[in-house]
């Protein structure tokens, strides 16, 4: 490429033609990576397996490969000898990775979430110190979007490095309602109503079946759980819906929710 710069500008400096080389090298490097952007896109939009989540890991990954294959090339235009960066980079391997050892463990758990997929683009995740809705994740960190909209990063080794609850992942939910009626009520006509709220309810599933019981006497009430079965993308409205059914219901049929209380005996000697 040198000697055809100098045939088309005769004269021209050598350290000059060095210069243009490399800018046209940088130059040609990230029109690679945009056409290489898009391509991904286009192929993650056709491969349906493939999901938004790791789209942008993709770009990064191929950015950074273009621009260190530029960097060398760039090198060997200067006259450095590549093959002796390679081994000061290998000797000095070791010490980077001390350095960076946080940084590159971030890398390994992107790459592990990546190939392991344990959710995708849009899931709402809850991990031990954060939750929310999967906005990206790239080499170094997840955002997530929490429900009041804020924006959260959350580093790769920290999601790798403990549970993960995808909320999103399956395609139904259990829906628990805990009520507490008074110890006088009748325990028969709480089960009678819940029944018919179950029933009434078009978004619960005929499967798995619905359940009502008995949960624990506790110290100031009887509490009766209600289970039921609904679509995941329907989990929370029904859960808003049941709440105030619940609670309407259960005035009308004339039980109530007592408040806790404690009963204190003085003895007088």
Do not use: C
């Not at 990064?60 to 294959?69: C, E, M, N």
């Not at 999601?159 to 028969?188: C, F, M, Q």
């Not at 978004?203 to 009766?224: D, G, M, N, T």
């Amino acid at each position: 490429m040198s000697d055809l710069l100098h045939f088309y500008v005769p004269g021209i400096h050598p350290m000059l033609s060095k210069i243009i080389i490399s800018m046209l090298v940088l130059a040609i490097a990230e029109v690679f990576v945009r056409i290489a952007g898009k391509t991904l896109e286009k192929l993650f939009d056709k491969i349906q397996k493939l999901d938004n989540t790791f789209l942008p890991l993709a770009k990064t990954i191929v950015r950074y490969a273009a621009f260190g294959a530029a960097l060398l090339a760039i090198l060997s235009v200067f006259g450095v000898d590549t093959t002796g960066i390679f081994a000061l980079l290998g000797a000095a391997g070791i010490a980077v990775g001390l350095a960076l050892k946080d940084t590159l463990s971030n890398i390994a758990a992107g790459l592990m979430l990546l190939f392991l997929h344990p959710f995708k683009f849009g899931d709402y995740i809850e991990a031990p110190s954060v939750s929310g809705k999967v906005k990206e994740l790239n080499l170094f960190m997840t955002e997530l979007e929490t429900p009041d909209g804020l924006n959260v990063t959350v580093p790769n080794s920290v999601l790798w490095g403990a549970p993960i609850k995808n909320h999103s992942h399956n395609p139904t939910r259990r829906l628990s309602i805990e009520v507490g009626i008074a110890y006088n009520d009748s325990v028969e006509t709480a089960f009678s109503v819940l029944k018919s709220i179950i029933e009434s309810e078009p978004r619960f599933l005929k499967y798995p079946e619905p359940q009502i019981f008995l949960k624990s006497l506790a110290s100031s009430s009887v509490i009766i759980e209600m289970r039921a079965w609904t679509n995941n993308a329907d989990f929370w409205d029904v859960q808003w819906d049941i709440n105030k059914k619940v609670k309407t219901e259960i005035e009308k049929a004339g039980l109530s929710f007592p408040f806790p209380q404690r009963d204190v005996h003085v003895f007088q000697k």
